[in-house]
């Protein structure tokens, strides 16, 4: 047989706990609230604009947030006695930072960020390209699958125009009706005399630029620059 006994002073007592757990409870939650403080503000430019997207952040922590579109920011951050350093950044702007001794209170702060003056490294811009002239280069490729008699750069230099070669046997030129010996050669800017034989169209033999040691060639049939003396042809 099971026998069941009742306090009367039971169910008194058990209110009373619950009443003081619950007192306990929001004393700590308000305590727990009592410790934090709101910092909050807008950032602005120059000009009272708001600056989307800035960076605000207490150094030293991971406390911070970020403004809206309407250059407002708000966190919250445990109180403290120590001087705290607000800083604020945003890209094309000079960052700024706000210290304060303490934080005991919700704090409203607004600042505003000049524009970053960025100074450029100097820059060196290099080109080269073929002076325009009556020079007219002469493809080294070209020389070396020529198959004329005499091959070379003579043989090639025969097809331009204004170009007359008497003797295809014959690695000779003449320029706009002169005369043989009045070509000018030039090698690296030097200027090279070809020995002559007494009689003009004589000069026989292989070409005198050897096309496998050859990077460029230039050819002008006359109207030359003052770097050649100025000479017609």
Do not use: H, W
Not at 104 to 113: E, H, I
Not at 122 to 129: D, F, K, L, M, N
Not at 141 to 164: H, Q, W
Request: aromatic share 8%; charged share 20%; proline share 3%.
């Amino acid at each position: 047989m099971m026998q069941v006994f009742l306090c009367k002073n039971m169910m008194p007592s058990v209110l009373y706990r619950c009443s003081l757990i619950l007192f306990l409870m929001l004393l700590c939650s308000a305590a727990m609230e009592a410790q934090t403080v709101r910092i909050s503000g807008y950032v602005l430019d120059r000009e009272d604009k708001p600056i989307p997207f800035a960076g605000v952040k207490v150094r030293g922590t991971g406390t911070g947030a970020t403004t809206n579109l309407k250059g407002y920011y708000e966190f919250r951050m445990q109180s403290t006695t120590d001087s705290v350093t607000i800083e604020f950044s945003s890209m094309g702007y000079t960052g700024v930072s706000r210290s304060m001794p303490s934080l005991t209170q919700d704090v409203r702060l607004n600042v505003r960020l000049a524009d970053a003056d960025i100074e450029l490294e100097s820059v060196t811009v290099q080109a080269s390209r073929r002076r325009l002239n009556t020079m007219e280069r002469v493809s080294t490729k070209d020389i070396r699958v020529n198959t004329g008699p005499t091959g070379g750069v003579e043989s090639l230099i025969s097809t331009y125009a204004g170009v007359t070669q008497n003797n295809e046997l014959s690695s000779q030129y003449s320029v706009r009706g002169g005369s043989y010996d009045e070509n000018m050669v030039y090698v690296n800017g030097i200027e090279v005399y070809r020995p002559l034989l007494v009689r003009s169209a004589q000069q026989e033999g292989l070409s005198f630029v050897n096309p496998d040691l050859t990077q460029s060639v230039q050819f002008s049939a006359g109207g030359f620059t003052a770097d050649y003396g100025d000479k017609m042809s």
